[in-house]
C-alpha cells in the first residue's frame, strides 16, 4: 500500500454548490493537481485497479465537516493523480472503490489529506 500526504484542503462541498464562478473552480483544481503531483513525484505509474482511502487532516483553525463534504477536495486529488500519471485514469476500471475516513487534527502537520492506494488483482475489484 502506498501512503503520501498531499498538502491540499479545499473548500466544503457545500460552498461549491452555493455557486462558485468556474475560474475559481479552476484554481481550486491547479492547486490540488499541482499539491498532488509533487506528493507523488518520482512514484513509478501503478498498473493495477486500485482502492483509494483518503483522511483530511485538519490544521490549526479548520473546522471538522461531514466526511462526505471533503467529497470536491478528494476528487481534486483523485484527478491529480490521473495527471501525475500515478493512476492511468479514474474510471471503475483503475479505481474501484473511493472510501473518505472521518477527519483528524494535526495542527503541527497543517491541513491538507492522508491518500491510501491500494493495488487490488484484476477480477479481485
Known amino acids: ?3 503520501v500526504f498531499v ?3 479545499g473548500p466544503s462541498l457545500n460552498s461549491i454548490y452555493a455557486g462558485v464562478h468556474w475560474a475559481t473552480r479552476k484554481k481550486h483544481a491547479d492547486a490540488a493537481h499541482r ?3 509533487i506528493a507523488v513525484r518520482g512514484m ?3 498498473t493495477h485497479p486500485v ?3 483518503l483522511q483530511p487532516v485538519l490544521g490549526k483553525g479548520k473546522r471538522r465537516l461531514d466526511c462526505s463534504n471533503y467529497g470536491y477536495t478528494l476528487k481534486l486529488i483523485e484527478d491529480g ?3 501525475s ?3 492511468k485514469d479514474d474510471t471503475p476500471d483503475y479505481v474501484v472503490s473511493v472510501q473518505t475516513l472521518a477527519p483528524i ?3 503541527k502537520r497543517g491541513s491538507g489529506v492522508w491518500v491510501m492506494i491500494q493495488e487490488v488483482a484484476e477480477g479481485a475489484a
Open 81 to 83: 493523480l490521473v495527471r
Open 85 to 87: 500519471g500515478l493512476l
Open 1 to 3: 500500500m502506498i501512503q
Open 44 to 46: 513509478a505509474p501503478l
Open 7 to 9: 498538502p491540499y484542503l
Open 35 to 37: 499539491a498532488t503531483q
Open 105 to 107: 487534527r494535526d495542527p
Open 51 to 53: 482502492r483509494l482511502t
